[in-house]
């Protein structure tokens, strides 16, 4: 069974650590986290130590593949940590057993789906993508790169979302719609039109705040 090191000891990598165990995906080896000290206990195991240590972490061959647990708050920041260590260090990818993956769609590098998700024809899901519970993700629609999606986000056909982008719980997303980077939309939003620009979506339909 692979090592999995996590970034974020906080509820995020919690989740993850108890998803991932539970199905006998991975063996946790740790937590990288820049505010609890090194050697800090947590309720599924120890800070290894801060993200600057990581790469000499990993060379000492404490874990295999790593997954990030920072949340929809610091999108840039999945994004900066994602890329700064994936040319050195392979990102695991999570799809719990109890969602449903057709077998034509893609998934990147440091995917994590969550239980009771569906990916459809041809879906894909860019690297570092995080799916909360019970996401539908319709046939041939693309999530863009270190995107996030709350519980039951729910995307018809040919939708096109960019990188970066919070779909707030519940938000709908109907066919052939296309996203803009760093797009992000309140709880319960409907997208009935392209939403290119960045910014805060909320509403029936979808308003720019």
Known sequence: MKRLAIIGAGELG??????????????VAGFFDDVAAANTATPRGLV?????SVQSVFEHGVFDELLLGIGYKHLAARQSLYEALAAHIPFGRFVHPAAYIDPSATLGAGVFISPGCVLDLNAALGANTFLYASCLISHDSLIGAHSFLAP???????V??????????????????????????GGGTVVTRDLLAAGTYVGVPARKL
């Open 160 to 185: 096109q979302v960019g990188s970066r982008c919070f779909l707030g719980i519940g938000t709908t997303i109907i066919d052939n719609c296309t996203l803009g980077s760093d797009v992000r939309t």
């Open 152 to 158: 039951g986000v729910r995307l018809a056909g040919h």
């Open 14 to 27: 919690q989740q993850i650590a108890q998803h991932v165990t539970q199905a006998g995906a991975y063996q």
């Open 48 to 52: 290894l130590g801060p993200t600057t």
